[in-house]
């Protein structure tokens, strides 16, 4: 018998904004139960946790941590196996993303964007393993479309993002044939907050890129999440590009 959705657990982290949120929102109403995991934004957690258990009561909870704490990150997994009874999808969406120029690169820039992007999904897909063996589960990694083509300045996250890629690889070697493993590469979908670099002149020439000849969504993002998770029973160890093909364009 086929387990539903409406029983299956997923555990996001950095799930509480932006694309994260859009991931959740779109998996909560296909009837996935959720843990959101944050380290900083506890009320943007907070709310939509209350927003989701709303719809469906007992459905959604939160859970801190910090992800550049690697002793912490086995209690992510237990933490959700306690609530909910199981874990069936890791999502390795929570991402540091700033600019390392070289000359102006230091360890603690090294540390903060492998941790996140590269070190963090690697330790809780090891944590995560048994479990999701146990449940024929999931694991998707979300990447980025610069993997290919690694932007001018910011020489660790293009590093980290593209090690992601081959984690996403090696880990659909290592945990098959129980567990699928894949990998969404967003491009241009959500402009980072507060930064200037991103102004009007920048924003309009990538959109001039992209073949569709405009952004995308986060909810762009979530559909593509869905299907690897929900639609996709023959496909691990791929990497699906959501940038309007600009990836192929540059």
């Known amino acids: 018998m086929k387990l539903s959705d409406k029983n299956k657990v997923v555990l996001i982290t950095g799930g509480a904004k932006r694309v994260g949120a859009a991931i959740c929102r779109s998996l909560h109403a296909e ?80 540390h903060d964007l492998m941790g996140s992007n590269l070190k963090a999904p690697l330790f809780l897909s090891q944590a995560a393993a048994t479990e999701l063996r146990k449940n024929h589960g999931c694991i998707v990694n979300i990447t980025d479309m610069h993997v290919e083509r690694p932007k001018k300045g910011y020489i660790i996250y293009s590093v980290a993002k593209a090690g ?20 969404v590469a967003p491009g241009p979908v959500q402009w980072p907050d507060s930064n200037p670099q991103f102004d009007e002149v ?21 559909k593509a999440v869905k299907f690897l998770i929900a639609d996709a029973p023959f496909i691990t160890g791929h990497v699906l590009a959501v940038d309007g093909g600009r990836s192929i364009n540059l």
């Open 31 to 110: 009837g996935y139960t959720m843990m959101i995991h944050y380290k900083s934004s506890f009320h943007e957690a907070q709310a939509l946790q209350a927003e989701l258990n709303l719809h469906r009561a007992d459905s959604a909870a939160i859970v801190h941590g910090d992800l550049l704490d690697i002793e912490n990150i086995p209690k992510l997994i237990s933490a959700t196996i306690s609530q909910f009874g199981r874990l069936d999808v890791l999502i390795n969406n929570a991402s540091t993303y700033y600019a390392s120029e070289l000359g102006d690169i230091d360890e603690s820039k090294w």
């Open 202 to 222: 920048y924003r309009q020439r990538v959109i001039n890129q992209t073949l569709l000849k405009r952004v995308g969504e986060a909810e762009d993002v979530a």
């Open 164 to 183: 992601l890629v081959t984690l996403t690889k090696s880990l659909a070697h290592e945990l098959s044939p129980e567990v699928r493993v894949n990998a």
